[in-house]
């Protein structure tokens, strides 16, 4: 069905020798990727029939924009090392550079599945930052398979800095890039750590994380990962209903609020819980906005997110009228997410010896749920390889897992509404779908 064309590992010399990682990055495991698969119709180029099929979304020209990109992701010809930092191997071709593949399918794009079990995406490894699977189908149609190591950056980061780049230099070598590398920005000096643990009394409480030994593992469930679209009309109808119910003290919701109260709430009714019990909500949150104590700026490349954390009373979660005080809720932990939280927590993370037992305090395979919206990050209105040639599709990687976890993803219609794929355990997914009031704001 498919064979393999070319392997290349794209490297460039460069007086890059090593970057420390932020704390924030020392959070996330270094075999954690962000992945995912762009599907591009080449019926949609206006050269079409005009030109060879091999010249829409051309190897030869996405290799040498990567060549480019290195200029500035210079980082990317490195590899991860233990001490948290990223640093060139000189004398060793197999580590570092951007992988790039290239292959053909003899099928056309329209009898592809997004559940197809293609190889689409290379198998990552530490050892390269940043992967390319260029896959053309039989019609000149082409999936582009992209991984980013996520220690070395966030979503925020894949969408809005490196592909957005990518893609501007496959348009225009002499495209110039302006990216931020200063991981300083996110470290505290000792003089500082020293003075927060003095005027703040919950200096050591960090709701969301927690350092946590580990000493055994929970037997294993059967996941599913579905993807469920909220359409535009939807969510206008779901957040209308919310803001009629909202706190007195809230005066704006917005749609991600509204929509994941909506999803927590109903994760929550398919797990059968205890009302007795108590549920925690992780919602990962861009820092760059918030943080202004330094700022830090829109084109910083790394992790600069952060869990805005809400504890609830199981039976406050459940309540049929509570969207509009759940998504208030979920507002207020959003706003608490501020500059002098964000500090504590990076000074607390400098605090701990043990770096790697530092976790989230979280069980989402029982009570909890954490969620992960892309759906504002130009998915889409970034990824024009061909001028106006938008992705017709793009998906995670079909051998996704998470369980108690959503991710938000725009969609290619391009009218505010939302793909969501949310993990769960089997039996609570078939309950979820069964549940008539989870998509009652569709009609």
Same mark, same amino acid.
């Given at each position: 069905m498919g064979f393999l064309i070319e392997t290349i590992r794209i490297k460039t010399n460069t007086n890059f020798q090593t970057l420390e990682l932020s704390p924030n990055d020392w959070l996330i495991p270094s075999t954690s990727y962000i992945t995912c698969i762009y599907f591009y119709d080449i019926h949609q180029w206006s050269h079409y029939e005009k030109q060879s099929n091999e010249t829409f979304l051309n190897v030869e020209q996405l290799i040498r924009s990567l060549n480019k990109?290195?200029?500035?992701?210079?980082?990317?010809?490195?590899?991860? &090392?233990?001490?948290?930092?990223? #640093?060139?191997?000189?004398?060793?071709?197999? &580590?570092?550079?951007?992988?790039?593949?290239?292959?053909?399918?003899?099928?056309?794009?329209?009898?592809? #599945?997004?559940?197809t079990a293609l190889p689409l995406i290379n198998s990552n490894h530490q050892e390269t930052l940043f992967h390319i699977r260029h896959t053309r189908f039989q019609c000149g149609s082409v999936a582009l398979g992209i991984s980013l190591n996520h220690q070395i950056a966030d979503a925020?980061?894949?969408?809005?800095?490196?592909?957005?780049?990518?893609?501007?230099?496959?348009?225009?070598?002499?495209?110039? #890039?302006?990216v931020c590398h200063q991981r300083s920005l996110l470290r505290l000096s000792s003089e500082e750590i020293n003075e927060l643990k003095k005027t703040n009394p919950y200096f050591n409480d960090r709701k969301s994380l927690a350092v946590i030994h580990q000493t055994s593992s929970l037997p294993t469930k059967e996941i599913i990962v579905k993807s469920f679209r909220f359409t535009n009309d939807e969510l206008v109808r779901m957040k209308s209903d919310a803001l009629t119910y909202s706190s007195l003290e809230v005066d704006y919701l917005s749609t991600f609020e509204v929509l994941t109260a909506h999803l927590y709430q109903h994760v929550i009714l398919a797990r059968n819980l205890s009302s007795l019990s108590t549920s925690k909500l992780y919602m990962s949150t861009n820092i760059r906005p918030r943080l202004t104590?330094?700022?830090?700026?829109?084109?910083y490349f790394g992790n600069a997110i952060m869990f805005s954390y809400l504890e609830v009373p199981m039976s406050e979660v459940i309540q049929s009228n509570h969207l509009g005080l759940l998504a208030s809720r979920i507002h207020d932990a959003i706003e608490r997410n501020n500059t002098e939280d964000i500090r504590t927590t990076l000074a607390w993370i400098q605090c701990q010896t043990d770096i790697k037992s530092i976790l989230p305090t979280w069980n989402l395979d029982e009570t909890d749920f954490t969620i992960s919206a892309w759906n504002k990050m130009g998915m889409y209105s970034n990824a024009d390889f061909e001028f106006n040639v938008y992705p017709s599709r793009i998906i995670l990687p079909p051998d996704t897992k998470y369980n108690g976890a959503a991710n938000l993803l725009s969609t290619e219609l391009n009218d505010r509404s939302i793909d969501v794929f949310l993990g769960l355990e089997v039996n609570e997914m078939k309950r979820l779908e069964e549940n008539c009031d989870f998509r009652k704001y569709l009609f």
């Open positions: 990109l290195l200029d500035y992701y210079p980082l990317l010809n490195g590899s991860l &090392k233990s001490d948290y930092t990223v #640093s060139i191997d000189d004398n060793d071709d197999e &580590k570092g550079g951007i992988l790039f593949v290239s292959t053909k399918v003899n099928l056309p794009l329209k009898d592809i #599945s997004f559940s925020h980061s894949y969408f809005q800095l490196i592909v957005k780049d990518w893609v501007q230099l496959y348009r225009n070598l002499d495209y110039q #890039s302006d104590q330094p700022n830090i700026p829109f084109t």
